[in-house]
């Protein structure tokens, strides 16, 4: 497959990352922009306080589809791609990456998006399922234990990188999958600094839990 194929492949997984479900969905059936609602932030959990649960879980898998997808069809159909960056940089990763950043950044919101939790553990299902459990499982137990999605969010992206390097053991050191473990680091300190503001209310005790306040 020639570069400038792999190139398009990216940009597309980008601009389907950067479709906001939570924003254009919240605006069509309740005719309200999400960015001025709740806690403003573009994603599922926020949406739910509008149009409720059922369509925060519809949401929620929108955007899991959206780095699912590409990082799927880069691994499974995209895959032979001839440049030397390859064997580097996998063109499923780059995909995912994309979409992930079309989440948090959309180019025409401004690059205000979501945090990115939902399309990073799609990404994440298509590579690696036992990291994907591993991280769902942290999330699960959070949440029941504290009732707060943030929280629950941040800790499965603690428990990533751990995850996935317990899976993949000395393999996670060589390559491709070190640039994937690296590529995982690097989604868990977005997502951390994505929620900085969950956090400082975190320390503060103000945080609010599932039905209420922010995300």
């Known amino acids: 497959m020639s570069t400038p194929v792999a190139v398009s492949a990216i940009l597309a997984s980008y601009v389907l990352g950067s479709v906001s479900f939570a924003s254009l969905l919240v605006r069509v059936v309740d005719g309200v922009d999400l960015r001025t609602v709740g806690s ?37 159909v995209l895959a032979q791609w001839d440049a030397p960056i390859a064997q580097y940089l996998p063109l499923a990763m780059l995909m995912g990456a994309a979409a ?7 180019f025409y919101l401004g690059f205000k998006g979501g945090k990115g939790v939902a399309t990073a553990s799609g990404v994440i299902l298509a590579v690696s399922w036992p990291a994907f459990a591993a991280s769902m499982i942290a999330f699960g137990v959070t949440l029941l234990a504290c009732r707060m999605v943030s929280l629950g969010s941040i800790a499965a992206a603690i428990v990533l990188p751990v995850a996935y390097l ?34 400082r209310r975190i320390v503060e005790g103000s945080e609010s839990k599932i039905g209420r306040g922010h995300a």
């Open 40 to 76: 403003g932030n573009l994603g599922a959990t926020n949406a739910g306080r509008i149009l409720g649960p059922r369509w925060a879980i519809g949401i929620y898998l929108l955007d899991f589809l959206k780095g699912f997808a590409p990082t799927l069809i880069g691994r499974e």
């Open 100 to 106: 992930f950043i079309g989440h948090c950044f959309p």
């Open 166 to 199: 317990s899976a993949e053991r000395r393999a996670a050191l060589e390559l491709p999958q070190l640039s994937w473990l690296s590529f995982f680091l690097v989604i868990t300190v977005l997502v951390i600094v994505r929620h900085r503001a969950n956090i």
